[in-house]
């Protein structure tokens, strides 16, 4: 094993100390320290993260606990001023984040930049959310005392936040959703204080934001403990999170195993808690025939840069492609020609590039498959791009076809309308599902659109499913297990619904009424009024 000593660029604040945040200390270093690999070359990074002792994770809780009475009752206006604290910050460690995320994910450092950029863009987005008011879903029925044969009372309501809320880095996304990334954004917007379980893939990058939400969090003098991340083993620093009592609800991007075993701890504890986990999806496309005829060698081409964009670590990566049997030869030979030619990538990590091998491997041998592989071999780390093809016959006929081969994968299903239609009904809930058409072919297949909208959270038209568009009416969530339970989005404003809880307030003077809900709407913000929207 070879250590580097990584150089942090000129222009941050950050020392690299390899140790949890704490509310507004850092735990010591004496726990077992585990040290994050350049999957590139596979050199080994210093500093070395130490795990928090059971009395550090204690102690970020009780913080959490303890900052919520308080951080619950803060202004929207003091936490959109947060958040847009928290953006400047990470805007000014924007070429530290970049150069440790490449060497810790092997993604480009010009992925990274833009990562941070969005990263930053939903932290300003949730603040104007907050400056709006109307995620808060203000609602008032004035009182009608003399109804008969009741009267009736005066009841107002609007969203309050959950509590302490607990949040799972994603691997795929060391930032957007990570330590400030849209779990931990949407949390915050609404009131909650967060503890953030880093990612054992990118500690580095972790430190560095963390250190800028830090700042931001003094600088704003919010309370300590109101934001702390805690290095270690999801299964015993994170599993802790989830099942102490003071933490309130989870936000989780990753493997399904790893989503389940959260939402069944969840769901095991005296109280159970919601979670918000973001699992897998083989996001399948349809292409119709007319549009295939029209222009298989753009379909071919938009299709390859889908699958192939970050080597195709993307929750939506589209995994699964329909094609109307004698419609689809031209689309396949000009696909076939790309793959072939087509350069392996750096995967995340050693175990993700693992895990694509064992499920490629896996789908080579399956009863009816052949698979389109490019003729340039990877090297170690690295996931080369890979097409599969069989019959919808073959694919109704074996559920391991269904599996997500996270990577650039996709598996072609070849089938008669029907089939496609039987084949889109029997999968799993997905986050997304895209249809390609000519107009009058769309106007005709509505059973199959019919059939999208139940499975998935998201219908593309004429488009690829990669590229998650952050506003407000986004949903990236989907029917599990593509999502723990997809009433709800992860990227988004409406993602912050995830977090609040409606109360309603019945015959409450005027004065102890929350501002937004008194009389002469002070706030300004938009409500219902006896039905009415103003
Ligand atoms: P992961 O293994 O699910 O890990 C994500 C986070 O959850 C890590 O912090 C991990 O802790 C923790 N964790 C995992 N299993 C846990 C358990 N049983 N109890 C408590 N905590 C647990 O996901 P990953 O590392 O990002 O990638 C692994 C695989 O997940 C990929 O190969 C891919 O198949 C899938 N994945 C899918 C998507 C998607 O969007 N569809 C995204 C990312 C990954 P540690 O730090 O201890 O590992």
């Known amino acids: 094993m070879t250590f580097i000593l990584y150089q942090l660029p ?3 604040h950050t020392t690299m100390l390899g140790t949890s945040f704490i509310g507004y200390s850092r735990g010591l270093s004496t726990g077992p320290q585990a040290f994050a690999i350049n999957p590139a070359n596979g050199e080994v990074m210093e500093p070395g993260y130490a795990a928090p002792s059971s009395a550090e994770v204690e102690q970020a809780v009780s913080l959490a606990a303890s900052a919520f009475p308080v951080y619950r009752m803060t202004s929207a206006s003091e ?5 847009r604290a928290i953006a400047a910050e990470i805007e000014a460690s924007v070429d530290a984040i970049a150069a440790r995320g490449a060497a810790e994910t092997g993604l480009p450092e010009a992925r990274l930049r833009g990562e941070t950029a969005r990263t930053i863009g939903q932290l300003r987005l949730f603040a104007t959310m907050l400056d709006d008011g109307s995620w808060l879903d203000a609602r008032i029925e004035t009182a009608i005392p003399d109804r008969q044969p009741i009267a009736k009372p005066d009841l107002r309501s609007m969203l309050r936040p959950l509590g302490p809320v607990a949040v799972f880095c994603a691997s795929n996304f060391p930032l957007a959703y990570s330590v400030a990334g849209g779990d931990t954004a949407s949390a915050l917007a609404v009131g909650c204080p967060v503890i953030v379980k880093a990612h054992s893939s990118h500690p580095g990058t972790a430190e560095i934001v963390a250190s800028a939400v830090v700042r931001a969090s003094q600088a704003c003098q919010m309370p300590e403990g109101v934001f702390s991340v805690l290095y270690g083993s999801g299964r015993d620093v994170g599993m802790t999170l989830v099942k102490h009592p003071s933490v309130k609800a989870v936000g989780f991007t990753g493997s399904f195993a790893g989503g389940r075993a959260l939402m069944d701890a969840a769901a095991a504890r005296p109280e159970p808690i919601p979670v918000y986990a973001e699992m897998s999806s083989i996001n399948p496309v349809v292409m119709l025939p007319g549009i295939l005829a029209e ?16 080597v195709g670590q993307f929750c939506t990566n589209p995994g699964l492609l329909f094609l109307q049997d004698g419609s689809q030869q031209p689309f396949i030979d000009a696909l076939t020609e790309l793959i072939h030619k087509a350069a392996p990538g750096v995967m995340l990590n050693a175990g993700i590039c693992q895990a694509y091998q064992d499920a490629t491997s896996n789908a080579a041998k399956q009863l009816g498959v052949t698979q389109i592989a490019s003729t340039n071999p990877p090297s170690n780390g690295q996931g080369a791009p890979m097409i599969f093809v069989c ?4 694919f109704l006929q074996n559920p391991a076809l269904t599996h997500e081969m996270f990577g650039p994968a996709s598996l072609i299903v070849i089938g008669s309308l029907d089939e496609i239609a039987a084949a889109a009904e029997a999968l799993e809930g997905q986050l ?5 058409g000519t107009s009058a072919e769309l106007a005709a297949n509505g059973n199959l659109l019919e059939i999208l909208e139940r499975r998935a959270g998201r219908i593309i038209f004429n488009g690829f499913p990669t590229g998650v568009e952050v506003c407000h009416s986004m949903v990236h969530g989907g029917p599990y297990p593509s999502t723990s339970g997809g009433r709800s989005t992860s990227v988004g404003t409406m993602a912050a619904a995830r977090f609040a809880r409606a109360v309603a307030w019945q015959n409450a003077p005027q004065s102890l009424l929350p501002a937004e809900l008194q009389d002469a709407n002070p ?11 103003c």
Request: charged share 20%; hydrophobic share 45%; no cysteine.
């Open 391 to 394: 019959s919808a016959e073959s």
């Open 10 to 12: 000129v222009n941050t």
């Open 432 to 436: 997304t599902a895209s249809i390609h």
């Open 79 to 83: 936490r959109a001023k947060f958040l």
């Open 295 to 310: 222009k298989s060698a753009a379909l071919a081409e938009g299709f390859f840069q889908s699958l192939t964009m970050g």
């Open 523 to 533: 706030l300004s913000i938009p409500r219902m009024v006896d039905g009415k929207r």
